[in-house]
C-alpha cells in the first residue's frame, strides 16, 4: 500500500520561509518522478514544482521560480520544497505526489499525499 505523508506546513508572515517534506512508502521511490502541487480554496489544484528520479532535474511553475527550490534524498524515501519569500497568493494545502512524468499535470500523477496547509499572511 503507498503512503506518502507532507509535513512542514503551518502559518507565517509575507516574506517568511517554511520547508514542507514529503515521505514515501510502499512504492519504489527513486523510480518516481516526484512532484509538489498546491490548491487554494475556490481554485484548481495547480503544479508547483517537479523532480525527476535522480534528482538532477527540476521544473517549476513561472509563478515560484526564484521562490521555492524542490530537492530529493532517495536514501531516505523523502522529497522536500523549501518555500523562501513567501507570499499572501501562496496560500495553499500543498499536496506531494508521484508522478510518471514531470508535465505539473494532476492528470499525469500516480499517488497523492494527503496535503499539508500554508497560510502566508500580509
Known amino acids: 500500500q503507498v503512503e506518502m505523508v507532507e509535513s512542514g506546513g503551518g502559518s507565517v508572515q509575507a516574506g517568511g520561509s517554511l520547508r514542507l517534506s514529503c515521505t514515501a512508502s510502499?512504492?519504489?521511490?527513486?523510480?518516481?518522478?516526484m512532484a509538489w502541487f498546491r490548491q487554494a480554496p475556490g481554485k484548481e489544484r495547480e503544479g508547483v514544482s517537479c523532480?525527476?528520479?535522480?534528482?538532477?532535474?527540476?521544473y517549476y511553475a513561472d509563478s515560484v521560480k526564484g521562490r521555492f527550490a524542490i530537492s530529493r534524498d532517495n536514501a531516505k524515501n523523502t522529497m522536500y520544497l523549501q518555500l523562501d519569500s513567501l507570499k499572501p497568493e501562496d496560500t495553499a494545502i500543498y499536496y506531494c505526489?508521484?508522478?510518471?512524468?514531470?508535465?505539473?499535470?494532476?492528470?499525469?500523477?500516480?499517488?497523492w499525499g494527503q496535503g499539508t496547509q500554508v497560510t502566508v499572511s500580509s
Open positions: 523532480i525527476n528520479a535522480g534528482g538532477n532535474g527540476h
Open positions: 510502499g512504492l519504489t521511490f527513486d523510480g518516481y518522478r
Open positions: 505526489a508521484a508522478t510518471s512524468g514531470c508535465t505539473l499535470m494532476p492528470k499525469d500523477v500516480n499517488y
